[in-house]
């Protein structure tokens, strides 16, 4: 009998640094990665190129089940534009339910024969695997946030300076901190047994650090 994949489950709200702890996990183990951020994405970019109400739940679970691993990799779905659609959207129950079974069947049978998984969102340690191996919860101040955030954008586009853009990135990750935490469904929070990682003032490598010596930790756990 195959052993039980080992579960890193991750979660945080936006630019708290839990996408470059995933894939640097992800990386030194050799476990498959699931960017969960990218099945609410990806349905809500169906559910624009349906022509989709964003107000209307079943039109939004309709898009959600057209989601497929292969489109996960587009960049198109990194648009900050998708992310607040994805916001939007990711508070219908049936939204989450569609996809659920994918997020759990990559827990408990990683592609490409992997020996674990790393899932990064907002209810993965909470609802998607409640029974992961470790969880951890990934946060910094808004503030911090928005100004990676904001560096990012501005190194990607090419154009703004990250100081004339962080006003609206801070506005909509106010908005969308607010949608994810405060939602019936699934809400962003920090499950009991998480190990809490604030990386305000730590850069990526001292972050991994930390995680590392957590997830080594549970690795030891009988
Ligand atoms: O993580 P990312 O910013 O890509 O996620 C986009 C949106 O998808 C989030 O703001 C959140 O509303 C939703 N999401 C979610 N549950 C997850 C992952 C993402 O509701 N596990």
């Not at 030194?28 to 960017?35: F, I, P, S, T």
């Not at 049936?94 to 069947?105: N, W």
């Not at 560096?151 to 949608?179: G, H, T, Y």
């Amino acid at each position: 009998m195959t052993e039980k994949p080992f579960v890193i489950a991750i979660d945080g709200p936006a630019a708290s640094g839990k996408g470059t702890l995933a894939a640097r996990l992800a990386a030194h183990y050799g476990y498959a990665r699931l960017d969960s951020g990218k099945l609410y994405r990806a349905a809500a970019r169906h559910l624009r190129d349906m022509a989709g109400d964003p107000d209307d739940p079943g039109a939004a679970e309709a898009a959600a089940r057209r989601v497929r691993a292969d489109e996960l990799d587009d960049p198109e779905l990194a648009g900050d534009d998708i992310a607040v659609l994805a916001s939007r959207i990711s508070s219908y129950a049936g939204v989450r339910a569609a996809l659920l079974a994918f997020q759990r069947d990559f827990a408990a049978t990683p592609p490409k024969g992997a020996v674990g998984a790393v899932i990064d969102g907002r209810d993965i340690g909470t609802v998607v695997c409640p029974a992961a191996d470790i969880k951890l919860f990934v946060t910094a101040a808004l503030e911090i946030r928005a100004e990676r955030r904001a560096r990012e954008l501005s190194e990607r586009l090419r154009e703004a300076d990250p100081a004339s853009i962080k006003a609206r990135v801070l506005q909509d990750m106010r908005e969308r901190d607010a949608r994810d935490s405060e939602r019936a469904q699934s809400p962003l929070i920090r499950a009991e047994d998480a190990h809490l990682v604030d990386t305000s003032g730590l850069d990526a490598d001292q972050v991994f650090e930390i995680a590392l010596g957590l997830v080594e930790a549970a690795r030891r756990r009988p």
